[in-house]
């Protein structure tokens, strides 16, 4: 169960599960979001896209677009295990040892024999490694307790093979013989400061891969040889089919993502190139300054009746008298003279995001551009003078602008 903590109407993680949530790193904030070949064993090189730094929460809620990632591809590390690779002193390792045919030389209980003396035996046993060295391991064995250096060819970690299928949110291993481990303490829920999480195409899984192995797709590196056969890339990811793995499906959603991203970068430019010329061409004039009215100019409304009553008084007492100087001030100024202003707002500068879209003339031909209309040339004509452009100025965008 997840502890949440709720402040002014916000979600807010706990400390110990804030910490749990960063999950990333400086190399995957380099990578975000990047379409790339990654390498696995039993896979050509296959097309993901790097996920973006994001909270673990995040990722894993229903509201996210692709699968959302399990646990284990947080907290489990899975690899492939081959003879004499990735070994290192305390691991436990499945070696062969060596059947020696003079026996004298057991009385030392420590043997450091050569691979060229020795005689391999028939059957693996689990042992201890001691030490690691280029060409040897030493190492110790479990049932016989026996202590001997063996070439790093005749062991191996200890695995286990695992058929794998295609399943959405899991995480995607190697083929063939692959080593398990949790991660504990601070490196639980996080990854390794060299490694990047893809999201692969066409299977919907995730994977953990070195951030030095993978490229980003292009057309360059599909048309590259790939295997002995002499065929390309892009021809072993089309024939590739296997347990659910469709790799002709993969290398299709990565290219439809690419053209996509490549149609927004145009018509971002695009837009922006017209902005920038609309309003080279059409600068907004400042607006004029706001002046506050005098006090003395400003009558309510009942001061108004008043004043018209009061003259009508007048009126009736003295025919047609006018008011003099001193009446017009005693209706003007009074004890509630503050109350009379109005208070006018200060001019403020409109931010950007709130200025609007400005439409060229341009954009809008072309939204009618795909109506069919009949138009004479007469009408051309009329339109041109109208314009004040010639024939030649009436096909160039920018002279349309002016």
């Known amino acids: 169960l997840k502890l949440l903590v709720f402040s002014g109407g916000q979600e807010v993680l706990p400390p110990c599960a804030a910490m749990a949530d960063v999950w990333y790193n400086d190399v995957q904030k380099k990578w975000a979001n990047c379409v790339v070949l990654y390498r696995l064993q039993g896979f ?25 990632p399990e646990d284990r591809v947080f907290d489990k590390e899975v690899k492939s295990v081959r003879k004499g690779v990735g070994m290192k002193v305390g691991d436990t390792v499945s070696s062969y040892f060596t059947v020696v045919q ?3 030389s057991f009385c030392l209980g420590h043997e ?10 028939v059957k693996p046993c689990k ?4 030490s690691v060295s280029r060409h040897h391991l030493d190492l110790r064995f479990k049932e016989s307790g026996r202590e001997q250096r063996v070439p790093r060819a005749w062991a191996e970690l200890i695995s286990a093979r695992a058929k794998q299928v295609q399943a959405a949110g899991r995480l995607k291993q190697p083929k063939g013989k692959i080593r398990e481990t949790a991660l504990r303490g601070k490196a639980r829920g996080k990854l390794p400061p060299s490694h990047i999480l893809v ?25 590259s040889a790939y295997g002995r056969g002499g065929s390309s890339l892009k021809q072993a990811l089309e024939n590739f089919k296997e ?25 971002r430019s695009v837009w922006q190139r017209d902005q920038a010329e609309f309003r080279s061409i059409h600068r907004s004039a400042p607006s004029p300054a706001i002046q506050t009215p005098r006090a003395s100019l400003l009558v309510t409304p009942q001061k108004v009746s008043s004043s018209l009553q009061r003259d009508d008084v007048l009126r009736d007492d003295e ?10 001030g005693d209706l003007l100024t009074s004890d509630d003279e503050g109350q009379l202003c109005r208070r006018w707002p200060q001019r403020q500068t409109v931010p950007v ?35 004040g452009v010639s024939e030649a100025e009436s096909g160039d965008r920018a002279a349309l602008h002016r």
């Open 44 to 68: 050509p090189p296959w097309p993901g896209r790097v996920e973006e730094p994001k909270p673990r929460h995040q990722l894993q809620s229903p509201m996210n677009p692709y699968a959302p």
């Open 102 to 104: 003079n026996h004298s």
């Open 112 to 121: 450091r024999l050569p691979a060229s003396d020795a005689q391999r035996s």
């Open 127 to 130: 042992a201890i490694v001691r």
């Open 199 to 223: 999201y692969s195409y066409g299977d919907e899984m995730y994977r953990k891969v070195r951030a030095s192995s993978v490229r980003r797709l292009s057309d360059q590196l599909l048309a």
């Open 243 to 267: 347990r659910g793995f469709d790799g002709a499906l993969a290398l299709r959603e990565a290219i439809a993502e690419q053209q996509r991203r490549c149609r927004e970068s145009k018509a």
């Open 319 to 328: 025919g047609d008298e006018e008011l003099t100087s001193d009446d017009e």
């Open 353 to 387: 995001r709130m200025a609007g879209k400005i439409v060229p003339y341009s954009e809008q031909l072309q939204a009618g551009a795909s109506v069919t209309r009949v138009v004479s040339g007469g009408q051309l004509a009329e339109a041109r003078s109208i314009l």
